[in-house]
């Protein structure tokens, strides 16, 4: 049983870092070559995989410890993108943000149902996200870019909502 439980917790953070990475190629332009960008996402991969056990010698509450983790990868979608730095902080936080919620919303749905096997549901819910990346695609890649285009033109205080968004979900997680 415990096998299972720790390969759902592999799946289901893969799934989850995945869906990420591919939300920030639909929302943003690559600057570098593919050799650099897997560079980058590797040693930041090997980079959590270090940290992540010395947080939670820290004591640190678990789900402190995976958003102090999931930070690191602002540094790839700053190295590797051709936007502002306005621009690429604009969409990491709107994306973790908004992968965070689906994440969210189906633990509680897995802690409710307690299903046989820890975390089925919110497996569930990230390949549903997963499954919606070409409806995300289509309809909301022009209207982020166009967000994008105003936030580099206007003000840059416009940054911050989804960070706010990101602190206000942390809150009720």
């Not at 700053?78 to 633990?107: P, R």
């Not at 940054?159 to 979900?169: E, N």
Request: proline share 5%; hydrophobic share 60%.
């Amino acid at each position: 049983m415990l096998d299972h439980v720790m390969n759902m917790f592999f799946i289901t953070r893969t799934v989850f870092l995945v869906v990420n990475i591919i939300l920030l190629y639909i929302f943003l332009t690559p600057g570098r070559s593919y050799g650099f960008q897997i560079l980058v996402f590797v040693l930041t991969w090997i980079a959590t995989y270090v940290l992540r056990p010395l947080l939670y010698l820290l004591n640190l509450d678990p789900l402190l410890a995976s958003y102090l983790v999931g930070l690191l990868y602002l540094l790839p979608c700053v190295l590797i993108f051709k936007e502002s730095f306005h621009a690429k902080f604009f969409i990491f936080f709107m994306i973790f943000t908004l992968t965070q919620l689906t994440f969210l919303v189906f633990t509680y749905i897995d802690h409710f149902l307690s299903p046989a096997i820890p975390q089925t549901f919110i497996l569930a819910g990230l390949l549903l996200e997963a499954a919606a990346l070409p409806l995300i695609r289509r309809y909301m890649k022009s209207p982020v870019k166009d967000a994008i285009e105003i936030l580099t033109q206007h003000n840059l205080s416009f940054t911050l909502f989804p960070v706010l968004s990101f602190v206000l979900l942390t809150c009720y997680a």
